[in-house]
């Protein structure tokens, strides 16, 4: 049994982890064994290996914050059918690691037979997505909204969202080599971010209404999206691509009532009913086993390799997320 652990922060994130062996006692009663099958490296990962993320783990940690596994041994006075099945991983175990012991009460049981690939990022981007198009403005079914880094995999889910709800998104993306990506995702309107994008936006849409902007970078591009929205519409900020501060002018904040606002899906998770998680989950786990919301794996690597997997993960223009398959 191994894990990728990590005992200090630093600026090149796959120097300072590395894999560890472990062992783990047999699980005790309420308890199961989990072999984990595949766990995503995201931007918040490789933030939290440089000490630059909003929460971070006291240390040594594990690195990792999603994954799913395979129930592989139970403890006494566990249900008999969890045996065999595919769980979400529970939140905070670090899941870049072969092997988890688990709770097998409030385990997520999944269906079997589904792509192992697009479970294992089920639990943060596919949500984020769904709460950004739903709790900011009060869109109806023909609204616009617009985001940036539309080829990331929130991205991916926000175009397929915002089709399923009869949205019109407009995409934006940093690179032209990009482009084709976004399209073939579902977006039908994809821009590369720049010079006069609210003119080229304005043209792209019949100078649509745009209620809603969706930022994941900040910096310039948080103005360049603010351009492009309508009188007193809403810009939510999610994420700090360019490691800037967001960045916006007194001609769309002062002119034109722009309103910018933050959103973090453990602050959710911080206040969210349990009844509201169980809608929000049922909608995207019904969405991802049907295929109709996806994001691209452009790599997968086994454990060992967590530092190539660390360092493909942070760098830029990739093609879609790497993911760890500790026990492939
Ligand atoms: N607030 C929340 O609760 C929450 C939840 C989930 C995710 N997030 C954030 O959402 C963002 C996207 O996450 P993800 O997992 O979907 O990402 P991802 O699939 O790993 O994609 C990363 C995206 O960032 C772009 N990017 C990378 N470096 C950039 C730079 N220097 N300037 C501008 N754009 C850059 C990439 O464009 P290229 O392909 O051109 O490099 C790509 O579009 C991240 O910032 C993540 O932390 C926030």
Redesign the pocket.
């Known amino acids: 049994m191994k894990k990728a652990e990590y005992s200090e922060r630093g600026p090149v994130p796959q120097d300072v982890i590395d894999i560890v062996d472990m062992t783990l006692p047999p699980p005790s009663a309420g308890q199961v064994l989990i072999e984990v099958l595949a766990a995503?490296i995201?931007?918040?990962d490789v933030?939290t290996l440089t000490g630059q993320y909003g929460l971070l783990p006291p240390l040594p940690a594990v690195g990792g914050n999603e994954g799913v596994g395979r129930v592989v041994e139970l403890g006494a006075d566990v249900d008999a059918n969890l045996s065999g099945r595919t769980v979400l991983l529970p939140v905070g175990v670090g899941t870049w690691r072969t092997h988890v012991i688990a709770d097998a009460k409030g385990l997520v049981v999944l269906p079997d037979g589904l792509d192992v690939q697009q479970l294992a990022m089920l639990s943060?981007?596919p949500p984020?997505a769904s709460l950004m198009l739903s709790d900011f403005v009060a869109l109806q079914p023909g609204d616009w909204v617009i985001q940036?880094?539309?080829?990331?995999?929130?991205?991916?889910?926000l175009i397929g969202l915002a089709k399923l709800r009869g949205l019109n998104c407009v995409n934006v993306?940093?690179?032209e080599?990009?482009v084709e990506a976004v399209r073939a995702a579902g977006g039908d309107i994809v821009l590369v971010d720049g010079d006069k994008l609210a003119k080229r936006v304005a043209e792209a849409t019949g100078s649509a209404e745009i209620k809603l902007g969706i930022d994941?970078?900040g910096?310039a591009?948080t103005d360049n999206l603010a351009r492009c929205l309508a009188a007193g519409a809403t810009l939510v900020n999610?994420?700090?691509?360019?490691?800037e501060p967001c960045q916006i002018s007194p001609a769309s904040f002062v002119f034109r009532d722009i309103t910018l606002r933050?959103?973090?899906?453990?602050?959710?998770f911080r206040t969210a009913t349990p009844q509201r998680r169980a809608e929000i989950f049922g909608e995207i786990g019904k969405f991802i086993a049907t295929g109709k919301l996806r994001?691209s794996v452009q790599a997968t690597f086994p454990l060992r390799e967590i530092k190539q997997a660390v360092a493909a993960?942070a760098?830029?223009?990739?093609?879609?997320?790497v993911l760890l398959l500790p026990n492939a």
Request: no cysteine.
């Open positions: 995503p995201n931007p918040s933030l943060i981007n984020t940036n880094a539309a080829n990331s995999a929130v991205g991916s889910y993306v940093r690179r080599s990009a994941a970078v910096g591009a999610y994420g700090a691509m360019s490691g933050g959103f973090w899906l453990s602050q959710w994001a993960a760098a830029g223009e990739r093609d879609g997320k």
